[in-house]
T-cell receptor, first 115, second 113 residues
Framework: DAKTTQPTSMDCAEGRAANLPCNHS???????VYWYRQIHSQGPQYIIH???NNETNEMASLIITEDRKSSTLILPHATLRDTAVYYC????????????????FGTGTRLLVSP | EAQVTQNPRYLITVTGKKLTVTCSQN?????MSWYRQDPGLGLRQIYY???????DKGDVPEGYKVSRKEKRNFPLILESPSPNQTSLYFC????????????FGSGTQLSVL
């Protein structure tokens, strides 16, 4: 299975950009990278996902390296409400002809945004 | 509203007393999954289902059972709960397809005494 590794924790000052890295060196060519976050004990919330190209939405940007072995989630102007655990997830194709996938979670990065 | 509904939100039980945590989704998703979350261990997959009557073990399936008799429902069954199953549980669903979002329920906090 493609697995992901993330730093355990990171700090960021309010208003600054938060850059959260994820390593997924065994990812295959058609497997997407997803990012979710979890605030306290709530259900994880979708942020963004991508395959090869960089992606941007109203919440964040996702930068994927050309070799696809790693990615970075960027929160351009972090606020206190962005304090959460951020998960990098790879959808792993397990039966390639059927399109079925298994979702493999990383251990998550605890981001603390401080005033 | 598209959602994944788990019940109950909180559950306290005693060792050995069978329980079921329900999960239902209203989005006609093929894929459903259960996770448990423990401090310092992140989200670990218990079981997943790729469609009706198709289930498979995740990373930590011991002590759990699931069934998928209908597309919308994916209950998690603890036949004989033990204290080490005290945890926060999440159900999730998504469509098959690499470009589809995963939707999570709001969680069930289980305490086994």
């Amino acid at each position: 299975d493609a697995k992901t590794t993330q730093p355990t924790s990171m700090d960021c000052a309010e208003g600054r950009a938060a850059n959260l890295p994820c390593n997924h060196s065994t990812i295959s060519g058609n497997e997407y990278v997803y990012w979710y976050r979890q605030i306290h004990s709530q259900g994880p919330q979708y942020i963004i996902h991508g395959l090869k190209n960089n992606e941007t939405n109203e919440m964040a940007s996702l930068i994927i390296t050309e070799d696809r072995k790693s990615s970075t989630l960027i929160l351009p102007h972090a606020t206190l409400r962005d304090t959460a655990v951020y998960y990098c997830i790879v959808r792993v194709a397990i039966y390639r002809n059927t399109g079925f996938q298994k979702l493999v979670f990383g251990t998550g990065t605890r981001l603390l945004v401080s005033p | 509203e598209a959602q994944v509904t788990q019940n109950p939100r909180y559950l306290i039980t005693v060792t050995g007393k069978k329980l079921t945590v329900t999960c239902s989704q209203n989005m006609n998703h093929e894929y459903m999954s259960w996770y448990r979350q423990d401090p310092g261990l992140g989200l670990r997959q218990i079981y997943y289902s790729m469609n009706v009557e198709v289930t498979d073990k995740g990373d930590v399936p011991e002590g759990y059972k699931v069934s998928r008799k209908e597309k919308r429902n994916f209950p998690l069954i603890l036949e004989s709960p033990s204290p080490n199953q005290t945890s926060l549980y999440f159900c999730a669903s998504t469509r098959q397809g690499a470009n589809e979002k995963l939707f999570f329920g709001s969680g069930t906090q289980l305490s086994v005494l």
